[in-house]
């Protein structure tokens, strides 16, 4: 009897299990076949010239279903960048400077496979693009646009 319901248990389990990753492997086929988004091109295109990398996934907006403070993120496998999603939401809340400054996170992210780092000026302000909080407006004042983009490559060197 028992031996029984342990039976039943387990496979209940494993396919519960089988569509998790159902869920987990559709969503990410959705992600992965989707085209790189117009408006999100251009950042793609500015990264290639400014860090002489190949951008070779998809850039795209999605619509999350609650609301969140996430900007965007990058999506590795195994040290790949597999594509980056942006939160359109949030996006359209995002001045210009920001927007340029998600961008080139993520793609440091998917591109150069570099990790947060959290690394801080006497002032408070991140030392790294890579910072894993969303950057202060004083900070890009302060430190300049120019300077943030140029810390990916810093940190790549690193
Ligand atoms: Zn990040």
């Known amino acids: ?16 299990f089988g569509l998790y990753l159902l869920i987990v492997g559709a969503n990410y086929l959705y992600h992965y076949t989707q085209p790189t988004n117009d408006e999100l091109d251009q950042y793609r295109v500015g990264f290639e010239v400014m860090y002489d ?5 998809s850039i795209h907006f999605y619509d999350p ?3 969140t403070s996430v900007l965007a993120y ?3 496998l195994g040290g790949k960048g597999m ?3 942006v939160n359109r939401d949030n996006w359209r809340k995002l001045t ?3 927007r340029m400054l998600t961008m080139m996170h ?15 000026f006497k002032d408070g302000c991140p030392v790294y693009l ?9 900070c890009i004042d302060d430190h300049g646009i120019g300077y943030y983009l140029s810390s990916l490559s810093i940190q790549e060197k690193h």
Do not use: F
Not at 106 to 120: R, V
């Open 130 to 138: 890579m910072a894993s909080y969303i950057m202060p407006q004083y």
């Open 65 to 67: 279903n609650e609301p």
């Open 1 to 16: 009897m028992i031996k029984g319901i342990k039976l039943w248990i387990k496979r209940i389990l494993t396919t519960l």
């Open 74 to 76: 990058c999506l590795l």
């Open 53 to 57: 990398k190949k951008v070779d996934y």
């Open 106 to 120: 993520e793609m440091g992210h998917c591109s150069m496979n570099l990790k947060h780092n959290d690394a801080e």
């Open 96 to 98: 210009q400077d920001r």
């Open 83 to 85: 594509y980056v999603a």
